[in-house]
C-alpha cells in the first residue's frame, strides 16, 4: 500500500515543472539577445572554451535534484504490514443531488458547494463509521462503495459536480433503491440515509422512494439546500456564467427549495429534515441521527505500519546537486583538442 507522509507538500511538486519552463524561457530570451548583438561564429569565437551542452546537462542535473528533494519532503511510504482491524459503527450513506438546479446561487456559495462543505465537515466527525457517497441527477450512480477510509472519502467528494450525469432530472427513487445494494442483508437497524437536495422535481420519485426505503427499514434524514424565495439557474461555461436558464416564454427560470416535499420524504420513514443553510447547526443534526443508529462490528483490513522512503530520494537529490557541482562549464580539455570536419566540437 502506497501512502504519503506529508501530503500537505504535494502541491510543491509543481515547483520543479516551474523552474524548467523558467529556465527554457531564459534561455530563448537569452539567445534571442546574442543573436541581435553578433552571430554565433563571432560568439564562438569570442568564448571558444564555453560548452552549450554541458550548461543543458547542468541544469538538467539540478532539475531532477530538486524534483528528487521535493519528493522526499512529501516522504512516501509503503505499507508493510496489513493488520484486520474490527470497528463498531454505523453505516451510513450520503446521496447528492447534481442537477442543474443545484448551481443556483440563492445560498452561498452555491447549492452544490453548501452541499459539498456539509458533506466534508460531516467526514470530520466520523470515527468508526462507514461511509458511501451517491450522486444522482436523472440517474443515479455510485460514487464511493462504503468504506472507513476518509481521505478518499474527501478525494471523491471533491470531483463532483453537475456536470457528471448528463441524464438531468431528480430521481430520487433511483437513489434510495442503489443506496439499497450499499447496506449489508439482517442488519435493517443499521441503515441511514442523508439526501442532500433543494427538493425541486422530487414529486414524481419521492412516494415510491419513502414506500421503497420504509420496506427495507432504511431512515431517509433529509437536508434542504435553497432558500423558500429561490434563485436563477446560471449557464456556466469554462467557469465563467454566460447567463441564466429561462423558460419557452424567454423568462429566467426561477428555482425553489421544496422544503414540505423533502420533510414528507424524511418523516415517513421516520428520519428528519433541516434547512441546509447553517452548517455548524447541520452537521449537529447528522451527528445526532447517526448517534441514534444501532452500531454494528464490521471487519476491514489496514495497513497498519508504514516504511518511510524519503532517505532515498533525499540520497537521490544530493547525488544529482553533486554531479551538477562537479560538472564544469567548459570543454573538457582533450575533447577541444579533437576536431571534426574542421571544427571544434562542443
Known sequence: MFDLGNPQYQSLLLLPLVVWVFYMFYKTWRKRKQAAFSDASL??????????????FKMLFQFLGLVALVIAL???RIGTRLE???RKGVDVVFAIDVSKSMLAEDVAPNRILKAKQILSKAIDELVNDRIGIIVYAGKAYAQLPLTTDYSAA???LKTIDTDMIPTQGTDVGN??????SYFESGTEQNRVLFILSDGESHEEGALEASELASENGIIINTIGLGTLQGGPIPIIRNGVIKGYKKDKSNNVVVTKMDAEMLQQLALSTNGGFIDGTRTKETIEF???ALSKMEQVESETELFSDYEDKFQWFLALALFFFLVESLTPSRKTLWIRKIKLFGNETK
Open 154 to 156: 474527501k478525494m471523491f
Open 175 to 180: 437513489a434510495v433503491e442503489l443506496a439499497l
Open 286 to 288: 447528522i451527528k445526532t
Open 74 to 76: 512529501v516522504n512516501p
Open 84 to 86: 484486520t482491524i474490527t
Open 43 to 56: 560568439l564562438a569565437q569570442l568564448n571558444p572554451k564555453q560548452s552549450n551542452r554541458k550548461s543543458v
